[in-house]
């Protein structure tokens, strides 16, 4: 390559970002707190401000609406105090809304609370037989979807969903207690068939879901552990804009050099319960 050449601007390869919109569900943290510890970055010793959660979300809601997305509501449930992360309250594709059933029994009765929900909503709901968390831990990334196992959904779920779904199912092995749901160590900036693109941390998977992720997705942007441990990866993207954790300054660096438009947004106190913006976000897809 000539020198002419690698001083050139790279963008020439950098596609154009366009925004496509988006339907999501949210759960206002009225009862949030951290009384439980069922993740490494929840400590029922340490005080919360349900207060402080409640203005931060609120900001993420309005940056939502702000955007023109359809973002709906579901009635927060007093004793459910993780029911704002809705991401796990289901995985929802062609108007099918696949059910969550939890892991621990602390979050467990969050399941029919949003498979009711959904039912009311018109979505052909499907009651699931296997422990899984919902989009916390399936993302769809073109015509597949990718699906987290290693601590909270059970690879049987994955089965479950392929035929729920009859569509492919990539199996990633998360290996890192902190990164113990898939949206918390990847994040799928484009879900677009044929532009598929990604974002994730190589060493919260085991080694071969990273020759998987390497070979599927070469021009990933693959963020630092310093992001990604204020759970920077924990966002989302409507095709050009990305939501994000405001302190994700280098993945911020990344995302415009890519071409995106990174809007920072401050959820530190939901950080608390081990949380952040794409756990406070269920996409809902008719
Ligand atoms: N305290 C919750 C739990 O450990 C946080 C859930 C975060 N949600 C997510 N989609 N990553 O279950």
Request: aromatic share 10%; glycine share 10%; hydrophobic share 40%.
């Amino acid at each position: 390559m000539s020198t002419l050449a690698r001083t050139q601007p790279q963008p020439a390869t950098t596609p154009e970002r366009r925004p496509t919109g988006r339907s999501v569900l949210m759960c206002r943290p009225e009862h949030f707190t951290v009384v439980y510890r069922i993740n490494p970055w929840m400590n029922p010793a340490a005080p919360t401000d349900t207060n402080l959660a409640l203005a931060q979300w609120q900001t993420l809601y309005d940056t939502y609406v702000g955007l023109g997305y359809d973002v709906a509501l579901i009635d927060p449930v007093d004793g459910l105090p993780d029911m704002v992360y809705a991401a796990n309250g289901g995985f929802v594709l062609d108007g099918i809304a696949y059910g969550a059933k939890f892991t621990h029994p602390e979050r467990q009765p969050e399941g029919p609370a949003y498979m009711r929900w959904f039912g009311e909503a018109g979505f052909d709901v499907h009651v699931p037989d296997e422990v899984n968390e919902g989009e916390g831990d399936f993302l769809l990334v073109g015509e597949s979807i990718l699906a987290g196992t290693g601590f909270r959904s059970d690879s049987r779920s994955h089965e479950e969903l392929a035929r729920v779904f009859g569509r492919e199912i990539v199996t990633l092995k998360l290996v890192n207690p902190s990164f113990y749901h898939l949206d918390t160590a990847l994040a799928v900036l484009d879900p677009t068939p044929g532009q598929e693109h990604i974002a994730y941390l190589p060493s919260a998977f085991d080694e071969a879901s990273v020759a998987v992720l390497r070979e599927r997705y070469p021009d990933a942007i693959i963020v630092n552990e310093t992001d990604a441990a204020i759970l920077g990866l924990n966002s989302f993207s409507d095709g050009y804009n990305v939501v994000i954790a405001s302190r994700a300054a280098d993945f911020e660096r990344q995302l415009r050099e890519h071409g995106y438009n990174p809007i920072g947004v401050d959820l530190s106190e939901l950080l608390l319960g081990g949380g952040g913006v794409k756990c406070c976000t269920l996409e809902l897809r008719r």
